[in-house]
């Protein structure tokens, strides 16, 4: 059973300050891993991709990947009310048709001014 | 931008109702998909299709069909309706070209009640 597990929320951190996204996955040999904003009532939008071990920046945001630990996980660096919403780590299992990605249940964050 | 349009922002049916939900893309995507959210569950996916008139079944297909007749429109069609798929159901596109690292473009989702 493929599964994808995201640390319970909701994640609430001060303004300014930063906030850590956690997500497992249970399918060893996963090629892609995804983290979507979704903002409350709104659609998921694409925020990261990373597919290698590793760092990968954009901005204020940084995903982290551990494949031996089949861990993922998001940095928001100075949070801003902004940044308050669900985020949901999507991973592609190997061998699964393209683009058929894996949702977890989500972590919700919200962003104390 | 890509651009998914979904039909309906709200919709109430009754049980037993043949229900239809439209989905149109505007970027010629090959693949487009069929997910249903619910609280707690995150986002699961019903069907997905990668070319006209092709379709897979996701991980949740019982009590649902799709229908993809062009490439642009892909339709997802609960043949009677029940309470329990009382939920938020958001279209996708991706265009197919990228392999694993496609990015999925979401529609605005569609709220759908069963009473």
């Known amino acids: 059973q493929k599964e994808v597990e995201q640390n319970s929320g909701p994640l609430s951190v001060p303004e300014g300050a930063i906030a850590s996204l956690n997500c497992t996955y249970s399918d060893r040999v996963s090629q892609s891993f995804f983290w979507y904003r979704q903002y409350s009532g709104k659609s998921p939008e694409l925020i990261m991709s990373i597919y290698s071990n590793g760092d990968k920046e954009d901005g204020r945001f940084t995903a982290q990947l551990n494949k031996a630990s089949q861990y993922v996980s998001l940095l928001i660096r100075d949070s801003q009310p902004s940044d308050s919403a669900t985020y949901l780590c999507a991973v592609n299992p190997f061998g699964t048709s393209y683009d058929k990605v894996i949702f977890g249940p989500g972590t919700s964050l919200s962003v104390i001014p | 931008d890509v651009k998914v349009t979904q039909s309906s922002r709200y919709l109430v049916k009754r049980t037993g109702e043949k229900v239809f939900l439209e989905c149109v893309q505007d970027?010629?995507?090959?693949?487009m998909f069929w997910y249903r959210q619910d609280p707690g569950l995150g986002l699961r996916l019903i069907y997905f299709?990668?070319?006209?008139?092709?379709?897979e079944k996701g991980d949740i297909p019982e009590g649902y069909s799709v229908s993809r007749e062009k490439k642009e429109r892909f339709s997802l069609i609960l043949e009677s309706a029940s309470t329990n798929q009382t939920s938020m159901y958001l279209c996708a596109s991706s265009s197919g070209t990228g392999g694993f690292n496609e990015k999925l473009f979401f529609g605005s989702g569609t709220q759908l009640s069963v009473l």
């Open positions: 970027m010629d995507h090959e693949n």
């Open positions: 299709s990668y070319d006209v008139k092709m379709k």
